[in-house]
Nanobody, 119 residues
Framework: QVKLVESGGGLVQPGGSLRLSCVASGLNFQNYAIGWFRQAPGKEREGIAS????????YYADSVKGRFTISRDVAKNTAYLQMNSLKPEDTAVYYC????????????WGRGTQVTVSP
């Protein structure tokens, strides 16, 4: 059974940092691209970062480019999202997903972790 578990969310002040983790099990982690998505209240889910299966290619949405960094550790079956210079508009539930070839429509999803950026 494939399982993705996110952690590392919480409450942080504007300008602060958080590192999210996504631990995968039940799949061959090194064969999957990993994506981070977020959904704020009343908004659609937004893809914000992804990394290829070999970790050689990354993508960032303009809204997080230069502030967030995605990475992966194959030995630990874990992906990370380092989030710096957080803004109130980054407040959302953050999800990780694993998919072949970044085909997110057929991805495995985690249950999400809440990130709240507030003074």
């Amino acid at each position: 059974q494939v399982k993705l578990v996110e952690s590392g969310g919480g409450l942080v002040q504007p300008g602060g940092s958080l590192r999210l983790s996504c631990v995968a099990s039940g799949l061959n982690f090194q064969n999957y691209a990993i994506g981070w998505f977020r959904q704020a209240p009343g908004k659609e889910r937004e893809g914000i970062a992804s990394i290829g299966s070999r970790g050689l290619s990354t993508y960032y949405a303009d809204s997080v480019k230069g502030r967030f960094t995605i990475s992966r550790d194959v030995a630990k079956n874990t992906a990370y999202l380092q989030m710096n210079s957080l803004k109130p508009e980054d407040t959302a539930v953050y999800y990780c997903a694993a998919a072949y070839g970044r085909t997110w429509s057929s991805a495995h999803w985690g249950r999400g972790t809440q990130v709240t950026v507030s003074p």
